[in-house]
């Protein structure tokens, strides 16, 4: 713990865990789906759900969801701002099994009608642990630049990419791997140091046996993401 996490984050407040970290997953959710969802379905669990209306949460994940961070003076209208964009919402209470009690679970559209689902909790000064990503288990901070790779689950699929990043000079922090099933799509979590370029992310997309390639970038200002491309 350092004295980031004692103090908390620069917020609008009440609440590190309840506004600064529903925030995060908003943008978190945004950042991956690679776009400005037009449309958001949000589900809140635990605290999030007994307590989240009396600290903001539910206007914290509607402006992370259009790109405000957890310091923007906007949150607290983030309702009437997301009415400005026709970001189209809804907003209730769900139980989960087995999640932290600060879970909110989220299905976000695009324009073109590019779909997410991310579970998310928040835990505390800010910080969050993606749980779950399209019914997929998965384990991420966005403490790291972060690519999350589906890819055909077969022999030398993960030697392929990682060899494609050791070329690139590009350090594993972290990985994880999930499947639905053998021989079905599988999903590569690669946490990394170094920022990847554009360039170096279409690298990977060309690799035989991937189907789409996200990126989420730290080192961004914005928390880029490049868009999924699926094959």
């Known amino acids: 713990m350092d004295i980031f996490d004692i103090l908390g984050p620069i917020m609008v407040g009440p609440s590190s865990s309840h506004t600064a970290g529903a925030a995060r997953i908003g943008q978190m959710a945004r950042a991956l789906l690679g776009s400005q969802p037009v449309k958001a379905r949000i589900h809140l669990h635990g605290s999030f759900a007994e307590t989240g209306a ?91 630049n972060t690519l999350l790779i589906r890819n055909q689950d077969e022999y030398g699929a993960v030697a392929a990419v990682t060899g494609q990043l050791s070329r690139m000079r590009i350090n594993v922090a972290n990985m994880s791997l999930c499947r639905h099933k053998r021989g079905g799509d599988a999903l590569m979590v690669i946490e990394t140091d170094q920022h990847l370029r554009p360039l170096q992310v279409d690298t990977l997309r060309r690799i035989s046996g991937i189907l789409s390639v996200t990126y989420y970038d730290k080192e961004e200002e914005e928390n880029a993401s490049f868009d999924t491309v699926d094959r």
């Open 54 to 144: 009396g600290h903001g949460t539910d206007r914290a994940l509607v402006g992370g969801l259009l790109g405000m961070k957890p310091d923007d003076l906007r949150i607290p209208f983030a309702f009437d701002e997301a009415e400005k964009v026709g970001l189209d919402y809804e907003i209730d209470t769900v139980e989960l099994r087995d999640a932290h009690p600060n879970t909110a679970l989220l299905e976000v559209w695009d324009g073109s009608g590019k779909q997410l689902q991310m579970q998310a909790a928040s835990l505390g000064g800010g910080r969050i642990v993606v749980t779950q990503l399209d019914g997929i288990a998965v384990n991420f901070t966005g403490s790291y």
